[in-house]
């Protein structure tokens, strides 16, 4: 079965595996898929990652998830795509959007690289605005 949206199925996976209390979910590795994933652990969105070259054809990351101490609900309230390859979505570097006035991240796909809304705007570059957390 082909993906059309590999970055959609990424997310997905850590919505479902926070739904259902996992500790670790396992996500085919891409190199957009490995940056976001970076971008979520210097964020403090997740626990820890690990980037597993020799499973696959790709490889796999392996994500250990985040979850309060106290209430047990997950760190990652809302993950959403927001740019669908039916649809992509571009935004300039002061159009940007800010996800709860700052709260969350938005992940932006720039010429520079994959970075935050934040980084995008303090670098003054736009691009197509891949996902939000919060």
Do not use: W
């Not at 850590?14 to 652990?41: D, F």
């Not at 820890?48 to 499973?55: A, S, V």
């Not at 392996?62 to 101490?69: E, F, N, S, T």
């Not at 106290?70 to 570097?93: C, H, M």
Request: hydrophobic share 35%.
């Amino acid at each position: 079965m082909a993906l059309t949206d590999p970055i959609a199925d990424y997310l997905t996976r850590i919505r479902n595996a926070q739904q259902a209390g996992h500790r670790i979910v396992e996500i085919p590795a891409s190199k957009m898929k490995k940056r976001i994933t970076e971008i979520l652990y210097d964020q403090g969105y997740i626990l820890k990652y690990m980037f597993d070259d020799n499973e696959g054809k790709q490889g796999v990351i392996k994500i250990a998830l985040k979850y309060d101490p106290v209430t047990k609900q997950p760190i990652i309230r809302k993950l959403g795509r927001i740019s669908k390859p039916g649809l992509r979505q571009f935004s300039r570097s002061t159009e940007l959007p800010r996800i709860i006035n700052g709260l969350g991240i938005a992940i932006i796909s720039t010429s520079r690289g994959i970075m935050t809304d934040k980084q995008a705007r303090s670098q003054n570059v736009g691009g197509e605005v891949v996902c939000y957390v919060y």
